[in-house]
Structure formats: structure tokens, C-alpha cells
């Protein structure tokens, strides 16, 4: 059985304590942290950049998964790479050169993450996946948390068979919940980020209640 991780997105955490926030969750049993950076551009809505990145890196002990919702990527792969990110997904519906965009990702020392919208078919990733250490699934249109999940079964499948026995992440990106998240495992996704399901309840001073989430998911 594949093991799988669960990576808290902090866009549903604290803004006020990221820091805090990223040490409680690793603290309750998180695998990765997923950080959400979003332009106003690519998608509607606007978090934070680089330099935020770089200031959580030190809080994070284990893998920050670092998911851009921007276009252009390619001018801001080296601060993200040296903003910390272990893991960098660039979507491949933000730009024409999401060929050259992993190249430079794994150039900058980055595992290369490729994400996929919902309207985007598995086949968009099938000449890029010796480019590729992650499958980046969106079961939500990006942009805004708390969303209601949409069904990729079929496209997860489909993307296990294409990766066969290549080292590649299969992640999914939205409305994962205790619900939904047996559904993608079982698909092949190995990777759940989950944002409002791991951290509703809970907050730094009392933060019991994430461990519970990231266990019931
Ligand atoms: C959506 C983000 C997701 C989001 C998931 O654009 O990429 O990572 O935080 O949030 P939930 O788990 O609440 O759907
Ligand atoms: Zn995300």
C-alpha cells in the first residue's frame, strides 16, 4: 500500500502567525507543508510571495510544497527557489513554455510539481512527465479555500497509468476531507493537501484539534 502524506495548506491557517501555525501542524502529524501563492492575475485572488515564503522556511522542519497560482513563473523561480521551497508547481495552463518553466525549476534545485485545473485533461502532462517529480490535481477551481470538491477520479487514474513506475507524486489540491480523501487514495493520488478540514477547530494555543483532523482525513 502507497503511504500517504498530508499536507496542511496554510491558506486556511492564521495569516497573522504562519510561523506558529507551520511548527502546530508539523507538530499534530502533517507530512508537507502546502503554501498557496496567488497573484490576482492568474487566478482571483491575491496571498503573499516570496519573501513570506522565505520567512516561514525556518518554521518548517520538514518539506514546504510551495504551489504558484501566478503568471508569468519563470521570472520568480529563483526567489522561490531561494526562498526555501522543496517542491515547486507551476500550473501548466499559466503560460506556453511549461516545458522550459519545470526545466528550470529542477535547474534552481527544486523538485518540479506540474498542476493540473479541473477543465485541463491528464493528457496536457504526458511529454513532460521525465521533467516531473509531482502531479499537481485541482479537485477545486484555484483561488480561495473552502471550496466544494470536484470529482477527478477518472483523470487520477489515468495519470497513475501514464506515470507507471516513475517517481512521481500524484497530489490533490482541494475540498480533501475525511469524505473525499479515501476516494483520491484509492484513485493513486498519494499527496492531500488539505486546508479548512485540517485546520477548523484548532489554532496555535490550542492546536490538539489539527492533529485530530489530519488523523479523520
Ligand atoms: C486552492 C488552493 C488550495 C486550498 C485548499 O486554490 O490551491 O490549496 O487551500 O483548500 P481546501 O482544503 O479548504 O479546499
Ligand atoms: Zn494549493
Request: with cysteine; glycine share 10%; aromatic share 6%.
Amino acid at each position: 500500500d502507497r503511504k500517504i502524506k498530508i499536507a496542511p495548506s496554510i491558506l486556511a491557517a492564521d495569516f497573522a502567525n504562519f510561523g506558529a501555525e507551520c511548527a502546530a501542524v508539523e507538530a499534530q502529524g502533517a507530512d508537507w507543508v502546502h503554501v498557496d501563492v496567488m497573484d490576482g492575475h492568474f487566478v482571483p485572488n491575491i496571498t503573499f510571495g516570496p519573501a513570506t515564503c522565505a520567512a516561514i522556511r525556518p518554521h518548517i522542519k520538514g518539506v514546504m510544497d510551495v504551489h504558484l497560482m501566478i503568471a508569468p513563473v519563470d521570472p520568480y523561480i529563483d526567489a522561490f527557489a531561494k526562498a526555501g521551497a522543496d517542491v515547486l508547481t507551476a500550473h501548466v495552463e499559466a503560460g506556453p513554455h511549461i516545458h522550459r518553466t519545470l526545466q528550470a525549476i529542477r535547474a534552481a534545485g527544486c523538485k518540479a510539481g506540474v498542476a493540473l485545473n479541473p477543465g485541463t485533461p491528464a493528457e496536457a502532462v504526458a511529454h513532460l512527465l521525465d521533467l516531473t517529480d509531482l502531479v499537481c490535481v485541482m479537485t477545486v477551481n484555484p483561488g480561495f479555500g473552502g471550496q466544494k470538491f470536484i470529482d477527478m477520479t477518472a483523470k487520477v487514474k489515468t495519470l497513475r497509468q501514464m506515470i507507471g513506475d516513475r517517481p512521481i507524486h500524484i497530489e490533490i489540491d482541494g475540498g480533501m476531507d475525511p469524505n473525499t480523501a479515501p476516494l483520491m487514495a484509492r484513485a493513486g493520488a498519494d499527496v492531500l493537501v488539505a486546508g479548512s478540514a485540517v485546520f477548523k477547530g484548532g489554532s496555535v494555543s490550542d492546536p490538539a484539534p489539527y492533529g485530530a483532523n489530519i488523523r479523520a482525513i
